[in-house]
C-alpha cells in the first residue's frame, strides 16, 4: 500500500477513534446522572440506559477493530487479510478500514 494512502487511512482511523471515545465519554455521563425520584421516569431512564448500554458496547468492540488496525499498519500488515494473507480491496477498506478481513474471508 502507498505510504501516503497508509498515512491517510491511519489519521481516519485515528479521528474515528476520536469520535468514538468521545461518544462513549458522553455515555458515561449520560448513564451516571440518573437519579430521578419518580418511579415512573426512573424506569423510562432505566429503558434509556439499556439502549446506551448497547452503544457503549458497540463502541468498544469498534475501539478494539481500530486499535487493531493501527497495529497492524506499525507491523507493516495493514491492508492484508489476517486470515488468508490476500490484499484486502481498497473499496473494502474505503468503506471499513479497520476491517482485517478480506470480502472471501469476511462471508
Known amino acids: 500500500m502507498p505510504t501516503q494512502t497508509l498515512a491517510t487511512r491511519k489519521a481516519a482511523l485515528l479521528a474515528q477513534k476520536a469520535a468514538i471515545e468521545a461518544r462513549l465519554s458522553s455515555i458515561d455521563e ?12 426512573l424506569a423510562i431512564e432505566r429503558e434509556n440506559d439499556e439502549v446506551l448500554e448497547t452503544s457503549a458496547l458497540t463502541g468498544q468492540q469498534d475501539l478494539r477493530q481500530i486499535d487493531a488496525a493501527l497495529i497492524r499498519i506499525k507491523q507493516g500488515d495493514y491492508g492484508n487479510c489476517v486470515k488468508c494473507g490476500a490484499e484486502i480491496e481498497q473499496q473494502r477498506l474505503d468503506v471499513l478500514p479497520a476491517t482485517p478481513f478480506c470480502r472471501a474471508c469476511a462471508t
Do not use: F, I, Q, V
Not at 449520560?30 to 425520584?37: F, K, M, V
Open 30 to 41: 449520560e448513564l451516571d446522572s440518573h437519579h430521578n425520584p419518580d418511579w415512573e421516569d
